[in-house]
């Protein structure tokens, strides 16, 4: 063999590998346009990707179903990629998942987020694409993998230190926790916001942080707590402008009062600020009203 023979085999072999790469590249975009196709085929409001490369229908669930009986192998290929295509790609696949695709299908797309994730640790939309699986996953009842996509996707936005959509992606992963019954979890989410709020310095947001804080501590039986933050709630809502989330927190704080052994307070407090509550907080205000001296109201969850 040629001495030039053996250099050139490293070469060859980079070239041949970036043909290869190129070639799934362009198959990852037929992919992307069929799955476009088939989110339009279940009412999906998407892009029109134009019509398809091929012959394959994507017209109603049922060519959805069979697109994706055949297509899994291809998919996880284009999205192992880890270029833009992947990305968009993974976050359609999610979304057009059948409920009754074969159980492979979502753990395999799960199993694509860690080399995603560390190769592109601050991409926006890998993170949309990290929302969509766990929400998909969590209407599946897969709630460990959810829970672990939205962690994946706070890791995003801490990178980025976006606050808003950090805020998003933790009231996002609370309702994974919530679904799993880690109510201490779902706390932490709300407390994580609360400090995001009080960094951005929006007394409104702030305000609204502190109500939801104060409904989850009544929620867990942690009355005086709830109260301390309800108390601030009403506090910061009555020293910016006026606004209608005010009324929840006024009512929150009658019901922890009354949950807490202060049922007087909690009917003054009621009666007050019952003629400037919306419909739904007076509703809300007046079945406590209502309860017989002596009941203990429910303490329910948002």
């Not at 229908?57 to 290929?77: G, I, M, N, S, T």
């Not at 709630?233 to 704080?253: C, H, I, M, N, W």
Request: net charge negative.
């Amino acid at each position: 063999m040629s001495p030039l023979a053996g250099a050139r085999q490293p070469v060859d072999a980079r070239a041949a590998d970036r043909e290869g790469r190129r070639q799934v590249s362009e198959q990852g975009r037929r992919l992307l346009g069929d799955v476009l196709r088939a989110r339009r085929a279940l009412g999906h409001d998407v892009p029109d990707p134009g019509p398809p490369d091929g012959p394959l229908p994507l017209e109603d669930a049922d060519d959805v179903r069979r697109w994706f009986a055949e297509h899994r192998d291809d998919v996880v290929a284009a999205i192992r990629l880890a270029d833009d295509v992947a990305v968009e790609l993974l976050a359609h696949v999610w979304r057009a998942l059948p409920a009754d695709a074969d159980r492979r299908w979502p753990l395999e797309l799960y199993d694509c987020a860690a080399p995603l994730a560390a190769a592109l640790p601050t991409s926006r939309p890998l993170a949309a694409a990290f929302r969509a699986g766990a929400e998909a996953l969590r209407a599946r009842g897969s709630l460990r993998p959810a829970a672990a996509l939205g962690m994946r996707e706070l890791a995003v936005w801490r990178l980025l230190d976006d606050p808003e959509p950090l805020a998003d992606a933790l009231d996002a992963l609370a309702a994974t926790y919530r679904a799993q019954g880690r109510l201490h979890r779902v706390i932490g989410c709300a407390d994580e916001v609360l400090e995001l709020r009080i960094r951005a310095g929006d007394p409104h947001a702030v305000a609204r942080a502190l109500t939801h804080l104060g409904s989850l501590m009544v929620e867990v039986g942690r009355l005086d707590t709830a109260l301390n933050y309800l108390t601030r709630a009403d506090k910061a809502f009555e020293d910016g402008p006026p606004s209608p989330d005010r009324g929840r927190a006024q009512v929150l704080l009658g019901r922890a009062l009354w949950l807490s052994g202060d049922e007087g307070a909690a009917r003054r407090r009621l009666r007050r600020v019952l003629p400037g509550l919306a419909d739904e907080d007076a509703r809300a205000a007046r079945e406590l009203l209502d309860l017989p001296a002596g009941s203990t109201p429910e303490q329910g969850h948002e």
